[in-house]
């Protein structure tokens, strides 16, 4: 039986594999620092180095090799694609933008040059181009999986649901359990009115993986606008259940119980999300709307002053500002993480672009 390579990680050793990869890279980058000291203008050496840093996360110096490379010769395609890919590890989107523009043009077949651009697009929220980048990467190779799901993602970003909605119907095609696709279809059905399809999906995801509590707040909210609320209560408690110190389920019944007038209920739930998450916006807010309803004013105008804090950017005792706050006030809404789908990472932490090497 394979070891899960996350359980490294949770012993807190590295995976063998991956030590095995680092190994191999360093050895490579020694003979290619030997080889070059021979040919120090060889081009291919040159551009080796390049992804050869870009693999160890060294950015810097993989732009500057690559660099030296595209200064001799701006139409060889590979090192264009290198180049534009090492800006966007470092944050460089325009620059990146440009040299993978120049890569394309070179090399007009190359789907990963169209994927790395249409990630680094989407950096700079630039989501017609990354919709026409994500489509021409898909034309060139139709079963590229992640390319489906990052357009899907543009699409949903230049709100284009049913555009959205088609291509997550083709990838999972592919890839038919994979259960963030199928919460992004469950979150674009729910996005475009189309609850019965929502609910559908949502059900799917917990069949997926029923120790998921997004999935189950998710399928709350679903239950929510089918207005099954003994459903939708049982989905946010089970949330609760298998996250105890995850506030979201707690803001979504509180903002169910407030919908069908079970206001002191509500309160309740509002305030253990506030205390599980001091900078749950939507809670402060809807605890506001709670108390002023039951005639406690004076705890309303704190719960008020506490929302407008931190809608005005001032953490009280740190962390983050909170979320988006919906003022409609519907049930839970399905969460969004915000991030693309499919999980293409850019460096660290930044998705939408494949590996650099070739």
């Known amino acids: 039986m394979k070891i899960d390579p996350e359980i490294f990680e949770e012993l807190g050793v590295?995976?063998?594999?991956?030590?095995?990869?680092?190994?191999a890279i360093t050895k490579r980058f020694r003979e290619v620092k030997k080889e070059l000291k021979?040919?120090?203008?060889?081009a291919d050496l040159l551009i080796e180095l390049g992804s050869l840093y870009m693999d160890g996360g060294n950015a810097?110096?993989?732009?500057k090799e690559l660099t030296a490379v595209v200064s001799k010769n701006k139409n060889n395609a590979r090192a264009q694609k290198l180049l534009g890919t090492a800006?966007?590890?470092?944050?460089?989107?325009?620059?990146?933008i440009i040299a993978l523009n120049k890569a394309a043009e070179l090399c007009p077949d190359d789907a990963e040059i169209f994927f790395n651009l249409g990630g680094v697009y989407m950096l700079k929220d630039f989501f017609e181009n990354a919709v026409r980048s994500f489509s021409k990467a898909i034309e060139i190779d139709p079963g590229d999986t992640l390319a489906y799901a990052n357009l899907a993602a543009a699409y949903d970003q230049y709100g284009q649901l049913d555009e959205e909605i088609n291509t997550l119907k083709?990838?999972?095609?592919f890839n038919p359990e994979d259960r963030e696709l199928?919460?992004?279809?469950?979150?674009?059905?729910?996005?475009s009115g189309n609850y019965d399809e929502a609910l559908n999906s949502a059900l799917c995801v917990v069949d997926l993986d029923d120790k998921d509590p997004q999935a189950y707040c998710n399928l709350g909210s679903c239950y929510s606008t089918k207005d099954m609320i003994d459903e939708a209560i049982g989905a946010f408690k089970?949330?609760?259940?298998?996250?105890?110190?995850?506030?979201?389920?707690?803001?979504?019944?509180?903002?169910?119980?407030?919908?069908?007038?079970r206001i002191e209920k509500a309160i309740k739930e509002f305030k253990q999300a506030v205390s599980l998450n001091d900078h749950d916006a939507l809670a402060w807010f809807n605890l506001y709307n709670c108390y002023k309803e039951v005639g406690r004013t004076e705890d309303g105008n704190d719960a008020y002053r506490r929302y407008e804090e931190i809608m005005k950017g001032q953490p009280q005792g740190g962390g983050d500002s909170g979320d988006a706050v919906n003022h409609n006030n519907i049930p839970g809404g399905v969460s969004q993480s915000g991030g693309y789908a499919g999980g293409g990472s850019m460096g660290e932490s930044q998705p939408g672009t494949e590996s650099a090497i070739s």
């Open 14 to 23: 590295k995976d063998p594999e991956e030590a095995k990869r680092e190994l």
């Open 38 to 42: 021979k040919d120090p203008e060889n």
């Open 60 to 63: 810097d110096d993989a732009i």
């Open 182 to 191: 199928r919460s992004a279809l469950s979150t674009a059905y729910f996005n």
């Open 170 to 173: 083709k990838v999972l095609m």
């Open 87 to 96: 800006y966007a590890m470092n944050n460089q989107e325009d620059e990146a």
């Open 238 to 261: 089970k949330a609760s259940e298998l996250s105890p110190d995850y506030s979201l389920p707690h803001t979504n019944l509180g903002s169910l119980y407030a919908t069908v007038g």
